[in-house]
Every structure is written in structure tokens, then in C-alpha cells.
């Protein structure tokens, strides 16, 4: 007897081929919101190139932001959903390190296809010595070297540029004429870092913006429709890059537009964003978190291994404990003023806490006065997760915090059914 194709106890090929499309779909999109510039010898581009249709009619749709994907490599061109986020960028770099970062991609643009450290360096400066710049920058001494070194790390590691032979590490060291090199420029990607609505070299000299905000609003700000679905669309993909790109979306941090769209949409919005990305909701009063219980969505994760994560969480719960006091009081988080905790504070109860934890620190982190430094470090981190902010002198915690406190969960009677964990904070529910 003949049996049919699919027939049987076990799923259909048909069902099997669905169910591999749509994990490819969702490990892509999760790839490509932790890797927007990707190389093609990244692990996922294979997949990503093979979902590049859907991935770009899904983030054209649900986020505005557009994805190419060519042969060399993929580029998601995100922008992010707040422009006033100061904890974003790369680890490790400030003022100083991204303006070598940007000179150097403005050296690379003008490159041979190779290129190696010294002659980078070289040309480099000559572009730092530009009098409008304000930057002084030299080869001479080994920390500047070791800048230079750590900018083409980072220039590596995006793919745009591909080692041939050499060591960084010897040039930092010594700098002399035999410490060097070589590396491939790769144009495509070097193409792909700015991340722009409008270039700046677009811009003429009677029209270019004269301070820093006004820099950056002209280089990512995007036309909108002049109607009241443009107008929603544009609400729409704010909010969705916020929820993609923010550990949560605070209700007091909109403006009373998003507000209203917001509290309308946020259950639709955020079933798509969550089934496309593997995430899972957290709605509260106070909010709304796209939670990745994987931990890999995050520049930041917590909890995490380590000293510096495992003070982190100490100062979490240190910080929580007295938004649970406060909440088993009664009082109204969002409009009664937080108990003033100073950074000292935070350093004064992580001297206390070395006398338990310490042993499970690094040795430098036990060294007397290192508390102050660990308070820094966590609170550096607690605001990049958007669990606490620093205003006026003051750490204040922030409702999502609540999750990291100790204790038993506040039960409630509710009137329609049997006593529930309340669900005021982003706490146990």
C-alpha cells in the first residue's frame, strides 16, 4: 500500500521546513539588532542572507530602519529610538577615541586597498593637525600607540578592516620602524559605518549645524508624512526602536503623543516585536520590558559573571530593598520623591559588603579605597540598563529595579479571582 507524504506520527516535511524558516527569521533579526554591521564571515550572515527579503520588509515595517545585504556583508542602519541616551557607544571610548575613529575611517576612505598601522598612523596625523578640530594627537608615546592600536581593534572586529600579517601589540609596545602591520581595507564595509539619513559632507558650509545636538538631529532625523497615518507610522517605529534597542520603555519618559499611541498599542506592538525576536513582554503601570531570558540581547547583562557584575547586582539589591520598603508603605513610586542615595553611600555599603563577598572578587577590588571605584562601575552599569539615574547628586532607582529586590512578593486580593503577586513594578508577578 502506497503511503502519503506526511502521513504518520511524526510532523511533515512541510511543517519541519515552516518551523527551520521561522527560528532562521528570528535568530537573523536577533543577530542583526547585536551585529547591525555584519562581515560575511560572521556566523549568522549565511541565514540572514537567506532571510534577506523578509528581514527587510519586517524592519522597514515594524522599526523604519532599512537592511542591505550584498555579498560582502549585511548593514542594519539603526538609529536610535532617543538621541539624549548618553550611555550608548563603544566600551571603552570617549570623546578623544572617537574622533581617532572617525579619522581614521576618513584615512581608509582614501586608502589603497591595503594599508598598514604606521602608514594609517602617519596619515592620520596629518588629518589631526587640522586647526579646526581643536585635537592634538602623536605616535611618540606608548599610550597614544596603544590608542591608535585599540581604534583598529575595533575597526577589526566591524569587519572593515582584515589583518594580512603583523601585530598590533608589538607596534604599541615599541613603535619602531620593524613594529608593524598589514591589513586589507574592506570598502563595502568601511561604506557601512555611518549609520546616517544625511551625510555631513552633504551639508554646505551656510547650512551646517553649529552644536552638538543639532549635529546629530540633522545627521539621523527622517522625513515625515504630513498626515495622521505618517504621523502614526513615525510613533510607531519610535517606540518599537526603543523596546528593540532600551531594556525598558518608562510611560514618564514620553511625550504625550507617544503616551497616548502607547498605551493603545503597546500589547499589539509588543506580541510582534517579541514573536519576531524571541523576547518576553513584561507590561506594568510604569511600563514595558522586552525581556530576553537568553541574556545574549545585551551589551550589559545581568546577572553576569565576574566582580564588576556580581557588585552590580549587590548595589541592585542594596538599591531595591528600599523600593520595597517604601512600595510595603504604600507609597506611590512615580510621585513620591525616591530616598536620597548618594554615591558614597553606595561605596560605604560596598565596604561593608567586602567583609561577605570579597573573597569572590579580584584582588585589585579588595585593595582598600577600591569601593569607591566598584560604586562607580555599578552605577555606570544600573544607568546603561536604565534601572537607576543619577540627578542631582543622587542615585535614584527606577521602578524595573524592583525585580532584583529580596523578599516575599506583595500578594493582593483581587475581585475577580484568588490573590495574585501584585504587578505595580517590573517585580515578581
Keep these: 500500500m502506497k503511503t502519503a507524504i506526511g502521513s504518520g ?22 543577530a542583526l539588532l547585536m551585529t547591525p ?35 560582502e556583508g549585511a548593514r542594519l542602519y539603526k538609529r536610535p529610538g532617543n538621541l539624549a541616551d548618553a550611555t550608548r557607544g563603544l566600551f571603552g571610548y570617549d570623546r578623544r577615541r572617537y574622533v581617532l575613529l572617525c579619522l581614521a ?38 599610550h597614544e600607540r596603544r590608542e591608535l592600536v585599540s581604534v583598529c581593534r575595533t575597526l577589526l572586529g566591524l ?10 601589540e608589538t607596534f604599541a609596545h ?23 539619513v544625511r551625510g555631513p559632507s552633504a551639508w554646505t558650509p551656510e547650512e551646517a549645524p553649529t552644536n552638538f545636538d543639532a549635529r546629530l538631529h540633522a545627521l539621523v532625523d527622517e522625513q515625515v508624512a504630513d498626515s495622521e497615518e505618517g504621523r502614526r507610522t513615525a510613533l510607531r ?35 510582534r516585536l517579541c514573536d519576531a525576536a524571541g523576547l518576553v513582554a513584561e507590561q506594568r503601570a510604569e511600563g514595558l520590558a522586552l525581556v530576553d531570558e537568553a541574556g545574549w540581547l545585551t551589551d ?42 548618594r ?13 561577605q563577598y570579597g573573597r569572590y572578587w579580584r584582588k585589585s577590588a579588595r585593595e582598600p579605597g577600591a569601593e569607591r571605584e566598584l560604586a562607580a562601575i555599578a552605577i555606570e552599569r544600573l544607568e546603561k540598563l536604565q534601572l537607576a539615574v543619577r540627578k542631582a547628586g543622587a542615585v535614584l532607582p527606577m521602578p524595573a529595579l524592583a525585580r532584583f529586590a529580596l523578599g516575599e512578593a506583595e500578594i493582593r486580593e483581587t475581585r475577580n479571582g484568588p490573590a495574585q503577586a501584585a504587578d505595580s513594578l517590573f517585580g515578581p508577578a
Excluded at 560575511?40 to 540572514?48: E, P
Excluded at 569587519?159 to 598590533?168: K, Q, S
Excluded at 615599541?174 to 546616517?196: F, N, P, S, T
Design 174 to 196: 615599541a613603535g619602531g620602524e620593524q613594529a608593524d602591520a598589514l591589513y586589507d581595507v574592506q570598502r563595502r564595509m568601511l561604506a557601512g559605518m555611518l549609520a546616517a
Design 343 to 355: 554615591e558614597h553611600d553606595i561605596a560605604d555599603f560596598l565596604h561593608k559588603a567586602k567583609g
Design 37 to 71: 554591521l555584519m562581515s560575511s564571515v560572521d556566523d549568522d550572515f549565511v541565514a540572514v542572507r537567506h532571510q534577506a527579503e523578509a528581514l527587510r520588509e519586517w524592519f522597514a515595517r515594524e522599526t523604519g530602519w532599512i537592511l542591505q545585504v550584498e555579498r
Design 105 to 142: 575611517c576618513a584615512v581608509l576612505e582614501r586608502a589603497d586597498p591595503q594599508i598598514t598601522l604606521r602608514l594609517l598612523g602617519e596619515r592620520l596625523l596629518e588629518f589631526a593637525a587640522e586647526p579646526a578640530l581643536d585635537f592634538a594627537f602623536t605616535l611618540e608615546a606608548q
Design 300 to 341: 550589559v547583562a545581568m546577572p553576569a559573571e565576574g566582580t564588576d557584575a556580581h557588585v552590580t547586582l549587590l548595589v541592585a539589591e542594596y538599591l531595591a530593598a528600599g523600593v520595597r520598603l517604601r512600595r510595603a508603605e504604600g507609597a506611590n513610586l512615580t510621585q513620591t520623591p525616591a530616598q536620597v542615595i
Design 159 to 168: 569587519g572593515v578592516l582584515h589583518r594580512v600579517a603583523g601585530d598590533e
Design 237 to 271: 517605529h519610535q517606540l518599537a526602536r526603543q523596546l528593540l534597542d532600551d531594556p525598558v520603555v518608562y510611560v514618564e519618559n514620553l511625550d504625550p503623543e507617544s503616551r497616548a499611541y502607547f498605551f493603545n498599542q503597546r500589547g499589539a506592538m509588543a506580541a
Design 9 to 30: 506520527n511524526g510532523p511533515s516535511v512541510s511543517l519541519q521546513q515552516q518551523h527551520f524558516q521561522r527560528e532562521e527569521f528570528r535568530a537573523s533579526v536577533r
